[in-house]
């Protein structure tokens, strides 16, 4: 069934701070509005979900978020704030060891979002917050999504997401040296950072106040994505709505 949560007043963390299950929406609606404070925190996330290296799928949420306080890379998203991966070791046996890897792909799958992102987060460092209204920052995959509505924000500022950031991981493995086993590691491989097959109808706007930090990057706006970096990936989305800043601004994503 639908979910209300109606407001849940001012928080200082997400509603459910860390997921890394399977959560199938089936098709329903979670509607909430929450005013979250981020005081004095580095790299924490703020929204219905926080730290995300799960799936979330079929599912729809509505209303609003906003932040407000002084602390650093941050991210908030309506549905998630964070959307990651993660790599497991286990080892056995000795001479040599043998090493094992797990994965879990943070991916976002077939959600409706809808309502406002407000952020007017701005550090002294010259950094903002990651700010869209599905992820703030996506390591992960978002795929066949759509969202209506506003995102205002100070740091990378995107319709769908605020910001895709790329991960590494590499794996190791034992190799016999004379009498002795020495760990020898793979070479980094990037774990899939992408946003397919997504639609965003609204408006975004990049806000960059007065800083003495030189480059701030609170000027990126962008219709799906704020800011890529290298080895992620857009494709086979569409924008429309005006998207606003005073630095650097595109339909699709800002860099």
């Known amino acids: ?127 903002g917050t990651d700010a869209g209204l599905i992820v703030g920052q996506c390591e992960g995959t978002v795929e066949y999504c759509m969202g209506t509505g506003n995102v205002i924000g100070v740091g990378y500022v995107g319709g769908l997401v605020g910001q895709l950031r790329p991960q590494q991981y590499r794996e190791r493995y034992q190799q016999r040296n004379g009498s002795r086993y020495n760990d020898v590691y793979r070479d980094y491989v990037y774990y899939p950072c992408s946003i397919t097959g997504c639609v965003f109808i609204g408006n975004v706007t990049a806000v960059n106040p007065e800083s003495t930090a030189g480059d701030a990057v609170g000027s990126f706006a962008g219709g799906i994505c704020g800011f890529a970096y290298d080895n992620s990936t857009i494709e086979q989305c569409y924008a429309s709505g005006t998207i606003t800043s005073n630095k650097a601004a595109s339909g699709i994503v800002s860099t």
Do not use: W
Request: glycine residues 14%; hydrophobic residues 30%.
């Open 1 to 127: 069934a639908d979910i209300d949560l109606g407001n849940v007043g001012t928080k200082t963390a997400a509603i459910i701070q860390n997921f890394s299950g399977t959560y199938d929406g089936n098709g329903y609606t979670i509607t909430y509005q929450a005013t979250f404070q981020g005081n004095n925190v580095t790299d924490a996330s703020f929204g219905l979900f926080g730290h995300v290296t799960g799936t979330i799928k079929n599912l729809n949420v509505n209303g609003e978020a906003t932040i407000s306080g002084n602390g650093s890379d941050m991210q908030i998203g309506l549905l998630c704030g964070k959307l990651a991966n993660s790599q497991t070791e286990t080892s056995s046996g000795n001479r040599p060891v043998h090493y094992s890897y797990t994965y879990k792909m943070g991916t976002i799958s077939h959600c409706s979002v809808s309502g406002n992102v407000t952020s007017t987060v701005y550090a002294s460092n010259g950094g």
